[in-house]
């Protein structure tokens, strides 16, 4: 979108190519309709008029089927101005993100920055360039504290954010706020994250009810779910669960096993049954020390460990329970594969997530009854996995 703005469409094709890959291996309808037609008017501006109207008829069409009637219509638009254009009106031209839009793509990016994932100094230097906009400038500002480890800087964000997500859709609002939910549990800041993640399930639930609103309120609810697990309130997570399994259920969702599971392993929490285990606890002190004393490189690949180790300690707690059906196996592998392939979308040669999504697909074959092997994973992940199945072949 920034690229579209400076006039440069070949270089914001470029990344609409990639957006649209990573979109379609993760099952994002409405993100792939979206891409789809800004790849649209891309083409129709560079004279490919008829890739530019499959592009648009293709995302009518992904629309229609998901039941979004008022996205559908505005492509319906765009379209017929094509139409227009090619019998002798006016060409249309990209449009430009929202401001709410904006706020949620440059929101991500700094969480992609602070994850490893991007470097930092393009992104800055992007932000730099738009806080010349005198409405962007309080977000911009944010955002760049954010890159230098503010605390504050989600908070502040949250705030300055808010007129800019009032001009958005529900759907667009609810985007940006979970990116900025992300970005203070990036920032250790709870307090912001419950507040981004909680009006992110609001505007998610006035958003409308097709298929693919609902599974990203579905996410929306498990992340403020993971919240509350996070603190220990297990009763505030059960209900969230409970309704993240009763939409997986309406909408057909993959992780609906895994789901399934999350939520029983939440009630013997909150019953005391399966109680926090004291060695993840002394885990989690041991690494906030260490976040500390580390160079930016160290502290990405451990902001992925942080967020890969519970996927794996989740694995072996629930493989521990001697009741586990092979079914039951089979429905948290498919959850914890579909967890990898997010892992690495996007992805380059070095990235610490291709890592973590080896050591992923190391505990989906130990749940389909393969040997772990091991020496194939990099450290850290190997000596984690190797005291786990330590640990489980001792119980």
Known sequence: GVLVTRGDLGG????????????ASLGDVRGKSATLVMMAQIRFVRGEHDRALSNARESF???????????????????????????????????????????GALTGAVVRVLRGQLPGAGVQADLARLSAEETLTPSIAALLAAI????????????????????????????????????????????TELRARQVAVAAFREAGDDQQNLVNLSIALYNLAIFHAGQ???????????EVVA???????????????????????????????????????????????????????????SQVVPLLQQGIALLRQPGITAAERGRLAAGLEQAAQQAEAGEVAGSPWLAAAAALRTLV??????????????????SLVAQMVERTDDE
């Not at 503010?150 to 990116?179: H, I, Y």
């Not at 220990?232 to 409970?242: K, V």
């Open 148 to 191: 230098e480890g503010k605390t504050n800087a989600a908070a502040t964000l949250l705030t300055a954010a808010e007129p800019l997500l009032a001009q958005g859709t529900p759907a667009e609002r609810a985007d940006a706020l979970v990116g900025i939910g992300n970005l203070a549990a990036q920032l250790n800041d709870g307090a």
């Open 61 to 103: 069409g992904l629309l229609q089927a998901m039941g979004a009637v008022a996205d559908a219509a505005q492509v319906a638009e765009i379209i017929q101005q094509m139409e227009a254009a090619m019998a002798g009106g006016a060409t249309p031209q990209p449009s430009a993100l929202t401001p709410a839009q904006l706020v």
């Open 247 to 305: 939409l997986d259920e309406r909408t057909g969702h993959p992780d609906l096993a895994s789901d399934r599971a999350k939520l029983e392993a939440m009630r013997q929490r909150a019953a005391g049954v399966l109680p926090v285990d004291s060695d993840e606890q002394e885990a989690a002190v041991a690494m906030e020390a260490m976040l500390s004393q580390l160079t930016p490189a160290q502290q990405a690949e451990f902001r992925v460990l």
């Open 365 to 382: 074959g130990w749940l389909h009854g393969t040997p772990p092997h091991l020496e194939a994973l990099e450290e850290p992940y190997r």
């Open 12 to 23: 914001a094709m470029g990344l609409y190519e990639q957006s649209l890959a990573i979109k």
């Open 232 to 242: 220990e309130q297990y009763a505030a997570a059960i209900p969230l669960l409970e």
